[in-house]
């Protein structure tokens, strides 16, 4: 035997055992989940004493309604009926041809379409059953933050279905920026409140009210951040993504992905899509961050590119922070993606090696939407098209034949004006001779 085929056959056997020690820290971490509230050291429950006891309870109410036989049928019910589920998983044949080399040879790229659901993205899985959950409970009173307005608008909605009050939070820049979502939400029946900032800024203020009202109030977490078991439940209501996924994967070609792709702000619709495969150790997961206009500066959302490890919101992840640990502000020109953290899933999914994430930048997720737009007449989210913009350094890695799942998180609607704004400045800079547009000032 060669020197090269032993070298060959000892990198293999290591890379498996890696992937055994990988797959080993996950089932170890989920086993300790409900009870320490970690992922691996991320996560955790920095909060007051006064809601730690609250936490609890939302915990146990939790559990149980995870093994009730009757809160999972009408919650069945109604994903299906009201939400629209199962969405489709759509071969994009024309991206996919895009994306072929020279030789006609390369990957075959699918969409999952959550950007069909009940109010235009993924987020009302989560509104919807967190919703029901808090009517559970007695809670009469729901506040929530929202950043690009799709949790804001799928909140509202679930709790117009509910008969529930309903009070949104949002930084007044989200609020000038996704003004149609505004509208939507007030017609929905919300109190929409606006806070000076972005999303941070909002979430902070949403737990400020909910915890002035423990007893009556409910906070109905979007994204999988905050104290424990926040996360977790986020996780597990996204989780339906990646089932579908899977069980379309069979239908379509027999067969399993290869990679999946998602777009990382703090993490539910990656958490979503990821999670049902996580254990698959062959099958790539792919985070895409916001580069904004460089992560080299500070106008970027890239948290797992560029974050150190801190507590904010009540849990320990990777944060966007300075030296002395004042937390900066994000910037990306998917709004949704401005948060200055991640989930602490995420984080520990990265550091132990199971996902890998990239970045792209404002330019890039621009271009990304418009090329979705032309060739298959599907409008994305600006969030969902920076999952959309890795594909051109990804596909050409892959080999022919390979299935790429991406998670077409939300539609596109509510970008067109900074889309169209962008386009404007881009043919204007062509025009005289100058290919590279100036940062857009959002």
Known sequence: MSRDTQTQIQTQTQTQTRKTDVLQLIDETEESLFRTGKFGRFGGIFVPETLVTCLKVLLSEFNLCMHDPHFQGELSTALRDYVGRETPLYFAERLTD??????GEGPDIYLKREDLSHGGAHKINNALAQAMLAKRMGRRS????TGAGQHGVATAAACAKLAMECTIIMGHLDMERQSSNVLLMKNFGAEVKSVRGTFKDAASEAI??????????????????GPH?????V?????????????QAV???GGEPDVLVACVGSGSNALGMFHEFVRDKDIRLIGVEAAGTGIDGETHSATLAKGEIGVYHGAMTLLLQDHEGQILGPRSVGVGLEYPGVSPELSFLREIGRAEFHTATDEEALDAYALLCRLEGICPALEAAHALAHLGKLCPTLPDGAKVVVNCSGRGDKDIETVFKYQQLKSAQVSDGNNHPKPLQM
């Not at 895009?98 to 030789?103: A, D, E, F, P, T």
């Not at 996780?235 to 069980?247: A, D, M, V, Y």
């Open 98 to 103: 895009h994306y072929k080399n020279g030789r």
């Open 142 to 145: 729901v506040v929530a933050a």
């Open 208 to 225: 400020r009210e909910w915890v002035g009202d423990l007893e009556r109030k409910y906070y109905l977490a979007g994204t999988a951040v």
């Open 229 to 233: 078991p926040c996360p977790a439940m």
């Open 235 to 247: 996780r597990e209501f996204q989780s339906i993504i990646g089932k579908e996924t899977r069980r």
């Open 251 to 253: 239908e379509k070609w």
